[in-house]
C-alpha cells in the first residue's frame, strides 16, 4: 500500500508545483472562496512586514494569525510553498492512517459480532468485505490531496492547510490511542482556529470506548480519565498560549484573533452564511445574531455525542462538518477536510436519500462562485444577492450532504439491529420512517 | 512614543544634512534650540541697507510689525517712509495680491491678519474678557480647548499646479482642520471632539463629521508653525474631509470674523455669487502664538485669515486677458478699512519689467520686490491708507490691459499627482507619481498619506521607485487602521533625485461598506511636503524681501480619490436575513429530527370510522377492534 500512497504524493505535489509556477496561482490566491481575511497569504505577509516596520502586527485589522504562525513563516517565509505542500501531505498521510486504523477497528468488532451472532441474518449484505475496505484508506487520501478545493487552498498558500494538517494529526493521534499527543494536538488546532474545541467530546469517547470505560456519569473512572484527558488539554492549551504571549509580549492577538472570529467584523464576501447576514442586519439586533449565529457550532456537540457515542469517529466527521458549515470565515479548505471522509462512509451509499442532488448543487455552486463574482465586482451586471444567493445554495447543499450521510449512518445502525427487510405486522413489506 | 520620537530625531537630521546651503548650520541650531530660535528673531534689519544674507523668513513672519519699515527700504525706485505705527495691543493688516497666471487666469490672494499680545492659555482666574480685533468667538474656543495653533481650510476645486504654479498657502479639496492642543491638555480626543463640533457651528460648515475615522496624528508631517518646542504628536490632530463642498454658507461666518466685516477695507471685494464662480476657491483660518516683539519676551497671537481665488476670465470671456477689480469682483475699492494699520494691494508684474506685456492703470511707482517660494518675483503696490490711490473719483478700480501674449508655461519645481489603478472592486492600488523639475537639486520629501478604513492597505506592497530604480524611503511611519475605529496613516521621507519622476504604489482592498449607500468614496489628498527649509514657516510671508538663494518649505496636496466600493444590496434586508435564517433553520430541523427522533416501521393508521368506533368501545369499556 506504500507504493500507491507514494504515487499518489507525487501526483499531487506535482499539480501543486506546477500550479505555484503557473500566473494562476496569484489569481487563485486573491479568490475569496480560496483565502478568507483569516488566513490569506498576503495577509500573513503583511503582518511580518509590520513586524519589521516596528509596528504590532494585531494594531491593524490585517492580521489575524496566530503569533505561532507569525513565529513559524519568520523561518519559513521563503519556503511557504515548500511549507504548504508538507502540511497537504501530512494531512494526506494522517488522514489515510487513521482510516487504515479506523477500519481495522470496525473490521475486528463486525467479526466479533458476528461470531456471537449478533446480526440480524437478512443483513448480511451490509457487512462490509475487507476487499473494499482496503482501497478506502488510499481513497481518503486521494480525495483530500487531488480534491480541487484542497489544490485551490494549497496553491493560494492559505494558512486553512496547516490547520487542516493540526486537525488530521490530532485525529491519527486520537485513533492510534495516544491520549497526550492527541489532548496536545486539540489544544493546538483549539489555539488555531477556537472551533475545533467541539472535537474534545468525540476524542474523549473514542478514548473512553477504546479503554472500556463505560460512559457512566456515577463512575469514578469515567470522571478520571474524562479529567486526566481535559487536563492534557486545557493544559496544554494555556502552555501554547503563554508561550505565544512571550513570543510578542502582549496579549493584542487574544481580541486580533479569537475577537475577530468571534464578532465578525470583517465582512469581505466569502462561502459562508455570516458575511451577508451581517452586512444586512441591523446594528441593534447584530450582537443577538452574532451569538444565534455562533452557537450553531457548539450547539450540536452534545446531543450528537449522546445519539453518536458507540461511533466517535462518525462524531468527529459530523462535528468538522458542522464547523466547516457554521464557523465564520469557511473556505474550501475546510470543506475540502471533511470531504476526504467521504470514502470512509461509502458503505452507506444505498441508504443516501438525495447524493444526486447534493452533488450537482455543489458542483454547480463551485463554477458559479467564480461566474457570480466577476459579474458583480468586474463586469458590475450584477449585485451582491447573486454571489449571496450562491453561498446560500452551497451551504444548503452541505447542510443536506452532512445530514443525509447522518441519516445513512443512523439508518444503517437500526438495520443491523433490527434485519434489512422489515416486516408490517401484517406481513407486508414495511417503509421505515423517523418517529 | 519612544519610537515615534526616534523617527522624528531621524528625520530632523535627514533634512538637515542634504542642506545645500551655507546657513544650514545656523538653521540646524535654530531648529534644535527653539530659544535660539526666538533669539535670532530679534535680529531684524531695522537697518534698511542689510541685505538678507542675516535675515530668514522666520524673521519677518514673526515680527511682521516690520513689514513698513522693510517695504520702505526696500522699495527700489522710491522711498515712502511710513510712519511709525503707535504701539498697539492689538492691530490688523490687510492685504490683497493679484496675480496673472501663465494659463491666462488671475489668481487673487487676501491675507487679513490680526495680531494680539495677549495669553488666551492663561489661568483661569485671568480670563481674557475683553476683545477688540480679535473674534471674540474664536478666542473664546482657543481659551476653553487649550487650543495651541489652529489651521483650518475650506477649498472648492483643484488647484492646478502644473498650469498656475504654487499657491502661497497650499490646501486640500474639501476641509482641512488641524490643531495643536496645548501640552497641559489631559484628554485630546475629547478636546478634538468638542472643538470639530463647535468650529463646525462657527464656519457652518459640516466639520462635525470629523471623528476617531478620519482623525490622524501624523508623527512628523505637521509641526506646530508657530513659537512653541513641542513635537509631542500625541497633541497635533489632523483631519480632512475632502468632500465638504464650500459655498456662501461658510464665507459669511468667515467675513464676519474680520474686524470691519465685508463694510469697508478689501473684505468689500468678496461677493459670493463672484467668488464661488471660479475656478478655485479657498478660505482659511490660521491662528498661531508667535512672537510680540525682537527680544520674543512676550507671545501674541496671530489670526490670519487668507482667501484665495483664481478666476477663469481667459476661458469664461472671450479670451480676453484684460481684468480689472470691477471685472473680478463686481465692486471696486473705495477705503480701506479704518481699522486697519496697513492695507494695500500688489499686482505681480514680474513678467513686464519693462511694461511691454501689459500696462497697468491706474500706474504706481511704488515697487516692491520678494521671494516667493524661492521665486523672486516684483510687485506693484498700491496703498489703500492713502488718499492719493483713489484719485478724483474716490474709487480704485485696478485695471490691467495685455498687449502682447505671455511667455511660456513655468513647470513647477515640485508637484504630485495620485491615481488608482486597477479595474474591479476587489483589490487595487494607489499611485503617486512626484515630479521633482529641479534640473541639479535633490528635495527630500515627507509624504504623508491618510487612508480610509474601508481601504485596506497593504504595506508590504508599498514601492517607491524613481528613475526606474528603487528608491527606498529612509523613514516610514506606519499606523494600520481598524475597522470604523482610525484611518491608516503612512508617513514616509523620500529623497527625490534631481530632474525626476518619483512614484510611490501600495496595493489596497476594498471592503465591503455597510450601512452607506453610496458607493464611491472618497479618500483625501496625500500631502507631500518638500522639508527642504531653512525654516518652519509655509505661511505666506508678506512680501518681505528675503535672501534669494534661500531654500523654502513647500506643502503639496495631491487630488483626492475617488474609490468605489463593492456594497451589499439594501434593497432587501429582510429577504436576506429571512433566507440565511431559513437556511441555518433547514440545518437545525434535519438535525433535529435525527437526533431525537428513532427509526420505526411505518404503520398506516386506521381508518377515522375504526378510530371512531374504538374511542366509543373504550368508552363503554368493551374490547377495542383489531
Redesign the interface.
Given at each position: 500500500m506504500a507504493a500507491p500512497l507514494t504515487l499518489l504524493l507525487i501526483v499531487a505535489v506535482t499539480i501543486r508545483a506546477v500550479l505555484f509556477r503557473s500566473s494562476l496561482a496569484e489569481l487563485i490566491s486573491?479568490r475569496?472562496e480560496v483565502v478568507s481575511p483569516l488566513n490569506a497569504w498576503?495577509r500573513v505577509?503583511?503582518g511580518?512586514?509590520?513586524l519589521d516596520?516596528?509596528?504590532s502586527p494585531y494594531?491593524?485589522?490585517?492580521f489575524h494569525e496566530t503569533p505561532l504562525m507569525i513565529y513559524l513563516f519568520h523561518f519559513t517565509v521563503d519556503y511557504a510553498e515548500i511549507v504548504f505542500m508538507i502540511a497537504d501531505g501530512i494531512t494526506a498521510v494522517a488522514l489515510y492512517l487513521s482510516i487504515q486504523t479506523y477500519n481495522k477497528n470496525v473490521f475486528r468488532k463486525q467479526k466479533y459480532a458476528l461470531e456471537s451472532d449478533r446480526y440480524p441474518a437478512d443483513c448480511l449484505e451490509l457487512l462490509r468485505s475487507p476487499k473494499e475496505m482496503f482501497y478506502i484508506p488510499l481513497k481518503v487520501a486521494m480525495f483530500y490531496l487531488l480534491n480541487p478545493f484542497t489544490i485551490l487552498s494549497c496553491v493560494a498558500k492559505s494558512t486553512c492547510g496547516l490547520n487542516n494538517a493540526i486537525i488530521a494529526l490530532f485525529i491519527f493521534c486520537t485513533l492510534k490511542g495516544s491520549a497526550l499527543l492527541s489532548g496536545i494536538l486539540l489544544a493546538l488546532a483549539t489555539y488555531q482556529s477556537i472551533y475545533p474545541l467541539t472535537l474534545f467530546a468525540p476524542a474523549l469517547l473514542f478514548f473512553l470506548q477504546r479503554l472500556y470505560i463505560p460512559v457512566n456519569l456515577r463512575r469514578s473512572s469515567f470522571w478520571f480519565f474524562t479529567l486526566q484527558y481535559a487536563f492534557i488539554y486545557v493544559g496544554s492549551l494555556v502552555v501554547i498560549t503563554g508561550l505565544s504571549f512571550f513570543l510578542l509580549g502582549s496579549w493584542d492577538f487574544i481580541p486580533s484573533v479569537y475577537g475577530f472570529i468571534f464578532s465578525v467584523?470583517?465582512?469581505?464576501?466569502n462561502i459562508g452564511?455570516f458575511?451577508?447576514?451581517f452586512?444586512?442586519?441591523?446594528?441593534h439586533f447584530r450582537l443577538f445574531f452574532i451569538c444565534v449565529?455562533q452557537i450553531?457550532v457548539f450547539f450540536?456537540t452534545i446531543?450528537?455525542s449522546i445519539?453518536l457515542k458507540e461511533h466517535p469517529v462518525f462524531l468527529i466527521f459530523m462535528q468538522i462538518a458542522i464547523i466547516s458549515?457554521?464557523k465564520s470565515y469557511p473556505t474550501v479548505g475546510d470543506v475540502a477536510l471533511y470531504m476526504a471522509f467521504l470514502p470512509a462512509w461509502s458503505h452507506l451509499y444505498r441508504f443516501l436519500r438525495n447524493i444526486f442532488l447534493v452533488s450537482c448543487v455543489l458542483l454547480a455552486c463551485s463554477a458559479l462562485f467564480p461566474v457570480l463574482w466577476h459579474l458583480?465586482?468586474?463586469a458590475?451586471s450584477a449585485?451582491?444577492?447573486f454571489y449571496?444567493a450562491i453561498t446560500?445554495l452551497f451551504?444548503?447543499g452541505q447542510?443536506?450532504l452532512v445530514?443525509d450521510y447522518?441519516?445513512a449512518y443512523?439508518?444503517r445502525e437500526?438495520h443491523l439491529i433490527?434485519g434489512l427487510y422489515?416486516?408490517?405486522?401484517d406481513g407486508t413489506e414495511?417503509?421505515?420512517?423517523?418517529? | 512614543m519612544a519610537a515615534h520620537r526616534c523617527g522624528l530625531s531621524l528625520v530632523c537630521i535627514l533634512i538637515f544634512s542634504s542642506l545645500a546651503h551655507p546657513s544650514s548650520c545656523d538653521t540646524l541650531e535654530k531648529a534644535n534650540d527653539n530659544t535660539a530660535t526666538k533669539r535670532s528673531i530679534s535680529e531684524v534689519n531695522t537697518d534698511g541697507s542689510v541685505a538678507g544674507e542675516d535675515m530668514n523668513e522666520r524673521q519677518w513672519q514673526s515680527t511682521d510689525v516690520e513689514v513698513n519699515r522693510s517695504d520702505g527700504t526696500k522699495t527700489s525706485e522710491t522711498f515712502t517712509p511710513a510712519p511709525a505705527p503707535a504701539p498697539a495691543r492689538d492691530q490688523f493688516q490687510e492685504e490683497l495680491v493679484i496675480r496673472p497666471l501663465h494659463s491666462g487666469d488671475i489668481y487673487a490672494s487676501f491675507q487679513f491678519r490680526t495680531l494680539w499680545d495677549t495669553d488666551f492659555l492663561q489661568e483661569r482666574q485671568k480670563k481674557v474678557s475683553h476683545y477688540r480685533l480679535f473674534p471674540k468667538s474664536l478666542g473664546q474656543v482657543l481659551s476653553k480647548f487649550s487650543v495651541r495653533e489652529l489651521h483650518i481650510s475650506f477649498t472648492q476645486g483643484f488647484w492646478r499646479t502644473m498650469q498656475w504654479g504654487q499657491p502661497f498657502i497650499p490646501s486640500p479639496p474639501g476641509a482641512e482642520l488641524w490643531v495643536w492642543f496645548h501640552h497641559t491638555v489631559s484628554d485630546v480626543d475629547g478636546n478634538w471632539k468638542e472643538l470639530t463640533n463647535v468650529l463646525s457651528g462657527i464656519f457652518c460648515a459640516s466639520l462635525n463629521f470629523i471623528d476617531m475615522t478620519n482623525t490622524v496624528q501624523p508623527s512628523a508631517s505637521f509641526k506646530p508653525l508657530g513659537l512653541g518646542n513641542a513635537t509631542d504628536h500625541r497633541f497635533l490632530r489632523y483631519a480632512t474631509l475632502p468632500r465638504e463642498i464650500v459655498c456662501t454658507e461658510n464665507l459669511t461666518p468667515w467675513k464676519k470674523l474680520l474686524p470691519c466685516g465685508s463694510k469697508a477695507g478689501l473684505a468689500v471685494l468678496m461677493k459670493s455669487e463672484k467668488l464661488f464662480h471660479s475656478s478655485f476657491h479657498s478660505q482659511a483660518v490660521h491662528i498661531r502664538p508667535i512672537c510680540q516683539d525682537e527680544q520674543c519676551t512676550s507671545k501674541a497671537w496671530e489670526l490670519r485669515q487668507t482667501l484665495n481665488v483664481v478666476f477663469d476670465h481667459y476661458t469664461s470671456g472671450q479670451g480676453k486677458k484684460e481684468w480689472s477689480l470691477f471685472k473680478m469682483f463686481s465692486r471696486t475699492l473705495t477705503e480701506a478699512c479704518p481699522l486697519a494699520s496697513s492695507s494695500k494691494v500688489y499686482v505681480d508684474i514680474t513678467d513686464n519689467p519693462e511694461g511691454e506685456l501689459f500696462e497697468l492703470s491706474p500706474a504706481t511707482h511704488l515697487l516692491s520686490r520678494a521671494v516667493v517660494l524661492g521665486d523672486r518675483r516684483t510687485y506693484s503696490v498700491y496703498d489703500l491708507t492713502r488718499a492719493e490711490t483713489f484719485g478724483q473719483l474716490r474709487s480704485f478700480n485696478l485695471l490691467l490691459r495685455w498687449k502682447g501674449d505671455s511667455g511660456d508655461m513655468l513647470r513647477p519645481l515640485l508637484h504630485a499627482e495620485r491615481y488608482v489603478a486597477g479595474f474591479g472592486l476587489q483589490t487595487g492600488e494607489i499611485h503617486t507619481v512626484i515630479y521633482n523639475n529641479h534640473p541639479y537639486r535633490a528635495f527630500p520629501v515627507l509624504l504623508m498619506d491618510s487612508v480610509p478604513w474601508y481601504l485596506q492597505l497593504y504595506v508590504h506592497t508599498l514601492t517607491v521607485t524613481s528613475k526606474s530604480r528603487d528608491n527606498k524611503p529612509s523613514y516610514i511611519h506606519y499606523q494600520p487602521a481598524k475597522d470604523r475605529h482610525r484611518p491608516h496613516l503612512l508617513e514616509m521621507l523620500i529623497q527625490l533625485p534631481p530632474h525626476s519622476m518619483t512614484e510611490v504604489t501600495v496595493q489596497f482592498e476594498r471592503a465591503l461598506i455597510l450601512k452607506d449607500l453610496t458607493s464611491s468614496a472618497l479618500v483625501p489628498s496625500m500631502v507631500a511636503m518638500s522639508t527642504n527649509f531653512t525654516q518652519d514657516q509655509p505661511l505666506f510671508s508678506s512680501f518681505v524681501p528675503v535672501k534669494e538663494e534661500s531654500s523654502y518649505f513647500v506643502r503639496v496636496y495631491t487630488e483626492p480619490l475617488l474609490v468605489n466600493l463593492p456594497t451589499p444590496d439594501f434593497s432587501m434586508p429582510y429577504n436576506v436575513i429571512c433566507l440565511t435564517c431559513t437556511v441555518v433553520a433547514v440545518g437545525y430541523g434535519s438535525f433535529y429530527n435525527l437526533l431525537t427522533r428513532t427509526f420505526q416501521v411505518d404503520e398506516p393508521s386506521p381508518p377515522l370510522a375504526k378510530r371512531l368506533a374504538n374511542f366509543i368501545r373504550r368508552i363503554r369499556g368493551v374490547p377495542l377492534l383489531a
Open positions: 486573491e475569496v498576503k505577509v503583511e511580518l512586514a509590520l516596520l516596528g509596528v494594531s491593524g485589522d490585517v467584523p470583517d465582512l469581505t464576501p452564511l458575511w451577508y447576514f452586512a444586512e442586519m441591523f446594528e449565529f450553531n450540536y446531543p450528537l445519539k458549515i457554521f458583480w465586482i468586474y458590475g449585485n451582491s444577492n449571496y446560500l451551504n444548503f447542510i443536506l445530514s447522518f441519516y443512523l439508518r437500526h433490527h422489515l416486516k408490517k405486522k414495511a417503509t421505515l420512517v423517523l418517529k | -
